[in-house]
């Protein structure tokens, strides 16, 4: 038999085993069915290769979290999952959770218990802004909370922390509910950053519920205004 050389393979194979013509009996019938079920099994090398669509696992209370409320995740150096939720705040380690709560008359502790944002900077440090009790930080050494709030800090006039990032050059950014936003230098120096009627180019809101730094080093803000 002269294979066509155009052909494509299953019709080289149909072709070499005398199947090409007009009249099938019973048994090449048979055998044609089973090589064309043979070959849509195996389909081609491209969709054989296709991946697997990703599976969701939902994790909850029962495998460890503090609550199923989670308002944030970020990773630290040591490959630690922070996860703050409504109840508390989290650190994951691939097996286990360990949880960070308030605990009254404790120095050093979460200053409350709804976590509403996490954050780690470049010095492994992990921020996190709770509701109505400001910023707070864990230092790399874990041993416990600092606050930054209207309380010990009064160019702070909201306590409501939504959003957190750093810019390259080590600055920490908060934006807060009704409070404007703010930088943290390397030394803790803070400058408050407010709409302004008059500056076009001033924050649109006192609102500021998101940021983000891009690839450039600029900072982005997400306000209720814009």
């Known amino acids: 038999v002269r294979l066509n050389r155009r052909w494509l393979p299953w019709q080289r194979i149909v072709a070499s085993m005398g199947l090409g ?11 044609w069915h089973l090589l064309v079920c043979v070959l849509f099994l ?3 090398p491209s969709v054989r290769a296709l991946p697997e669509t990703p599976q ?19 990773l630290d150096r040591e490959g630690y999952l922070w996860i703050s939720t409504r109840d508390g705040l989290a650190r994951y380690d691939g097996v286990g959770y360990r949880i960070y709560r ?10 409350g218990n709804f976590v509403q944002t996490v ?10 802004g709770v509701e109505g009790k400001g910023l ?4 790399a050494d874990r041993r416990g909370f600092r606050q930054f709030s209207r309380a010990s800090h009064p160019l702070i006039t909201s306590d409501d922390v939504w959003a957190i990032t750093a810019t ?10 009704g409070g404007g936003l703010y930088r943290l230098d390397r030394q803790e120096h803070l400058t408050r950053f407010l709409p302004s009627a008059d500056d076009p180019r001033s924050l649109p809101a006192e609102n500021v519920l998101a940021l983000a730094v891009d690839s450039r080093g600029d900072l982005w803000a997400g306000t209720t205004q814009g």
Do not use: C, K, Y
């Open 102 to 111: 308030h605990q009254p008359g404790v120095a050093g502790t979460l200053p």
């Open 21 to 31: 013509g007009h009249f099938l009996g019973e048994g090449h019938m048979r055998i």
């Open 56 to 74: 969701f696992r939902q994790v909850g209370v029962a495998d460890g979290l503090p609550s199923s409320g989670i308002t944030g995740l970020a």
């Open 136 to 139: 707070s930080v864990l230092d």
């Open 119 to 128: 954050f780690v900077d470049a010095g492994n440090r992990v921020w996190v």
């Open 168 to 177: 390259p050059d080590g600055s920490l950014w908060f934006g807060t509910f």
């Open 42 to 44: 195996l389909g081609p």
